[in-house]
């Protein structure tokens, strides 16, 4: 017992420590600072850097941090693309373009790339979830929304739209990763759905409506905890000399720590995840709520210190895991007052989208993955209010952070992190995806 609390401390921190020494190898970071690095090393670097990329969320994921797959699964996609983006095919697209004036060249390079990067976020989210319109949503509110003119940009060009091409590779790409995926993992869900039950729509989408609003409570507070978290770590890095490469090191030492209290909260795969969805612990002991909220704090807080430790891994599955334990608590807490509401597991998924849809900004893509997961189109009803209302709160409480990066990347500011993307006002960056969504042409 005392060797596997010690295996539980330790192998985190040598994790911690690879991939620092990964990331040191793909240039210094494993943002837009190292694709420079690289770039200037010429394609060698560049091929090598989705690699080592894949590798630091290996050694981040496999030793147990609190992190998600899907991230990593959406950068390396963002890596493959910078380096097909510089292959012989589109260095010729380039030349032709080059025909044109130069800031329109420049423009179907920068929407060529968003595409291919767009396309490779549709994939990771198809492939982690089995879920095709799940990843194409996601590719929609993340990769392509952030950008002003998005897909629906009119080329005119040679009459072209911009919006076309990229809307069919995000739809390919989603498929055939979702294809390869159940080809080789099996067609059954992500997740293993306990029975649940829509017990009555008066009181159950109230009840939702609350878990919503307490959703987007908790994703405030886990985007305010990363902000200060990753400020914390950079001042040990500016201020206080400690070495980069140890500081994702500390982050897992710290989250294994808490792996100590809470086992559950470790990445061990869905297998902890499908046990918040039952309620039950390995044992088969009920957690009850108090338990439940004590998981999805310890949850919360251990992902978001390894987050700004530098550590590599995502935001999207610890999101969903988070939104269980804590609508789970919430269907316990609330089934006694005798409403003749729902089961908890009800509530559990209820609580996986709307925590989703206020961490990472993705409403739609948090209502449809619930659905692609149960197959069941009464669970929507009581989702879409608590997902809205989450988004809400969230956005209300942080609306010029509107996330420009996609839910994988690093923490602003954090260890191998990107400087910080421009922000973007909320009011130019829906309706151009829903635009390219149906193919229309929207001016900028």
């Not at 994790?15 to 210094?28: P, S, V």
């Not at 992190?417 to 006002?425: C, D, G, K, L, Y």
Request: glycine share 14%; aromatic share 6%; proline share 6%.
């Amino acid at each position: 017992m005392c060797l596997g609390a010690v295996a539980v401390v330790v192998l985190p921190v040598f994790g911690g420590l690879g991939a620092a020494a990964l990331r040191e190898i793909a240039g210094g970071d494993f943002g837009e600072g190292g694709e420079e690095a690289a770039e200037s090393k010429g394609s060698p670097a560049k091929a090598a850097r989705p690699w080592l990329r894949a590798g630091a969320a290996v050694l981040t994921l496999g030793t147990g941090s609190s992190l998600g797959p899907e991230g990593p699964s959406v950068d390396i996609g963002r890596d493959w693309a910078h380096f097909l983006d510089g292959t012989a095919l589109f260095r010729g697209q380039s030349a032709r373009a080059g025909g044109a004036t130069l800031p329109r060249a420049a423009h179907a390079t920068c929407a060529r790339r968003k595409a291919l990067v767009a396309a490779g976020s549709a994939a990771g989210v198809a492939a982690g979830f089995n879920a095709a319109i799940s990843g194409v949503f996601f590719a929609l509110e993340t990769a392509l929304l952030a950008d002003r003119g998005g897909m629906g940009v009119a080329d005119t060009a040679g009459g072209s739209r911009v919006g076309e091409a990229p809307l069919v590779m995000v739809l390919l790409a989603a498929v055939v990763a979702a294809v390869v995926s159940s080809s080789v993992l099996g067609d059954d869900p992500a997740f293993n759905i306990p029975p649940y039950s829509l017990n009555s729509t008066v009181a159950d989408v109230p009840a939702s409506w609350l878990l919503g609003l307490a959703s987007g409570v908790v994703s405030v507070a886990f985007v305010n905890l990363e902000r200060t978290s990753t400020r914390f770590f950079a001042f040990l890095e500016r201020d206080a000399d400690v070495p980069r490469g140890l500081l994702p090191a500390a982050g897992a030492l710290f989250g294994s720590l808490l792996v100590l209290a809470r086992p559950e909260i470790a990445y061990r795969g869905f297998a902890n995840f499908n046990l918040i969805l039952r309620g039950f612990d390995g044992a088969g002991i009920s957690y009850g709520a108090a338990a439940l909220f004590q998981i999805s704090v310890l949850k919360l807080v251990a992902t978001a210190v390894g987050r700004g430790s530098g550590l590599v891994g995502g935001i999207l599955a610890p999101s969903l895991f988070v939104g269980a334990a804590l609508g789970f608590g919430f269907g316990d807490l609330v089934q006694p007052l005798g409403l003749g509401l729902g089961q908890p597991a009800l509530y559990s998924l209820v609580g996986m989208a709307a925590v989703l849809a206020g961490v990472c900004r993705v409403p739609l893509t948090a209502a449809l993955l619930t659905f692609e997961l149960t197959q069941n189109y009464s669970v929507l009803v009581p989702t879409l209010g608590a997902v809205g209302l989450s988004f809400w709160v969230a956005s209300a409480a942080d609306p010029v952070h509107a996330r420009t990066r996609t839910p994988g990347s690093p923490a602003e500011g954090a260890p191998g992190s990107p400087a910080p993307a421009r922000e973007v006002p909320l009011e130019g960056r829906l309706v151009p995806s829903l635009a390219a969504l149906e193919g229309l042409l929207v001016a900028d």
